[in-house]
């Protein structure tokens, strides 16, 4: 059965996660030795001091230039041509910008989308007052309107 862990960097508190991740982080250099680990309920314990991780701790401590590069390269998702030599994984994944500059187009597109998607403003309710108004106006009109001299239309007998 393989253990999740939590990992506390930063105040953040990330997890659960498989052991392997957070070697691969240890290695990568995105956790240090200092950051602090858990399983389950059991309390927190210094990367360093836990004995499941001491293989990587050794590796980190002193393994030789020539492995850890090795096991960076190995551990470091990105593709090779990606990396830039001379630097640390950690430090390529702080500096490197991951998403790259929009076209214009998506701009563009991103800015009309927001105007027609964008929720109807408040009509203001002085505009309903005067639309009632004028209908109210029309109704009177029309039942008290009579005309001053009407002319009688009528079926006369002669």
């Excluded at 059965?1 to 250099?29: F, K, S, T």
């Excluded at 950051?35 to 309920?41: A, I, K, Q, S």
């Excluded at 090779?80 to 030599?85: A, I, L, N, S, T």
């Excluded at 001379?86 to 910008?97: K, T």
Aim: aromatic share 8%; hydrophobic share 35%; proline share 6%.
């Amino acid at each position: 059965m393989n253990i999740l862990w939590y990992y506390r960097h930063e105040q953040q508190v990330v997890g659960p996660v498989p052991q392997q991740a957070i070697e691969r982080y240890l290695i990568l250099g995105r956790l240090k030795m200092d950051d602090e680990v858990r399983t389950g309920d059991s309390p927190w314990l210094k990367i360093g001091d836990c004995p499941e991780f001491s293989s990587t701790c050794e590796l980190l401590r002193g393994g030789g230039e020539a492995k850890l590069s090795a096991a960076r390269r190995f551990a470091d998702e990105r593709s090779r041509f990606r990396r830039v030599d001379g630097q640390s994984p950690a430090e390529n994944h702080r500096r490197e910008e991951r998403r790259s500059e929009e076209p214009q187009e998506i701009k563009v597109l991103r800015s009309h989308r927001a105007v027609v998607f964008e929720p109807p403003k408040q009509r203001s309710w002085m505009g309903y007052v005067l639309i009632a108004g004028l209908i109210g106006l029309v109704l009177l009109v029309i039942i008290f309107y009579h005309p001053v001299n009407p002319i009688k239309v009528g079926v006369s007998g002669h």
